[in-house]
């Protein structure tokens, strides 16, 4: 069966919150946090820039999308 995003089922994310990842940043939203992947999961990270790569941590698992933080 397709599904066309990870809500569809619930929170079937592929990340939960409190998680670690080591990622490099892909692109840039609208209010300037960082944008990465993971599983084609996109997780806004809030003061990374493109091209950084970095640790970072979830802290929220919304429904098609997650926020982190980059862990120093």
């Not at 919150?17 to 084609?40: A, H, L, M, P």
């Amino acid at each position: 069966m397709f599904r066309d995003d990870y809500g569809s089922k619930g929170n079937s994310a592929p990340i939960n919150e409190g998680e670690e990842y080591d990622v490099k940043i892909e692109d840039t939203g609208r209010d300037g946090d960082g944008i990465t992947r993971i599983e084609g999961f996109v997780i806004f990270v809030s003061g990374a820039k493109v091209g950084d790569e970095v640790k970072i941590r979830i802290n929220s698992v919304r429904r098609n999308f997650g926020f982190a933080e980059v862990v120093e």
